[in-house]
């Protein structure tokens, strides 16, 4: 009822909302008394964790849970499938977020890796949980779910990305935008491209047409 400073500070990241009205959230936490319901992970682990919540259609809080390591965390995006798994991408500075069923065990280096992970509410656990990144800076800013797969729109200046059947295998200078389409299990990568010029370039957003072809958002400065 009164002024409440020095606790933290809690970011939002991305939503996504299912057929039942449900919400779902990510972004970063520094709060150690974020509220949690059925957590996945009870505490913060680092000066800053990503963090998941699932909300009904009454606003009541049915999900929370921390997600991260000892490091920084921060989640940037999040999606639902028709079963309510939840898949988020988060941002990791952190060598021990735990993996399972992982396309990548490790921490790949540099500042940040982009990290993925399916998580089934009902349980709390990941289905699976994967590092993505080379050696440099990996970042992602939006994922979406399209039938068994999910897309990933982010930016690297690495220039080790992994990439599978890529349209551009290198990274052509400073920030390229990547654009990459995972296997529902997270164990393959189907799709995985660099795409940019001599500049900075950045994958914002994804999307597919009725064509199944990937539509992506793509923000250059020269």
Request: hydrophobic share 40%.
């Amino acid at each position: 009822s009164g002024d409440d400073m020095g606790t933290g500070v809690t970011i939002f990241g991305d939503l996504d909302v299912d057929s039942s009205g449900n919400m779902y959230v990510t972004g970063l936490t520094r709060s150690s008394n974020l509220p949690l319901t059925s957590a996945l992970q009870s505490t913060l682990q680092g000066t800053e964790d990503a963090f998941v919540a699932r909300f009904n259609s009454s606003g009541t809080r049915t999900f929370a849970s921390f997600l991260g390591g000892t490091s920084s965390d921060q989640g940037e995006g999040i999606a639902v499938d028709s079963s309510g798994n939840i898949y988020v991408a988060f941002n990791t500075a952190s060598t021990d977020v735990p993996v399972t069923g992982a396309f990548q065990t490790t921490y790949g280096g540099g500042s940040s890796d982009i990290f993925l992970a399916k998580i089934d509410p009902a349980v709390p656990s990941f289905t699976f949980a994967t590092y993505l990144g080379g050696s440099n800076t990996d970042f992602p800013n939006f994922i979406r779910l399209d039938a068994n797969q999910v897309l990933l729109a982010g930016f690297t200046t690495s220039t080790n990305f992994p990439v599978s059947n890529a349209l551009q295998g290198a990274n052509a200078g400073g920030n390229d935008a990547v654009l990459v389409k995972f296997a529902a299990n997270g164990a393959s990568l189907d799709f995985s491209t660099y795409l940019g010029g001599s500049g900075s370039d950045f994958g914002q957003r994804v999307a597919v047409n009725s064509s199944a072809e990937l539509i992506l958002l793509h923000i250059r400065n020269a």
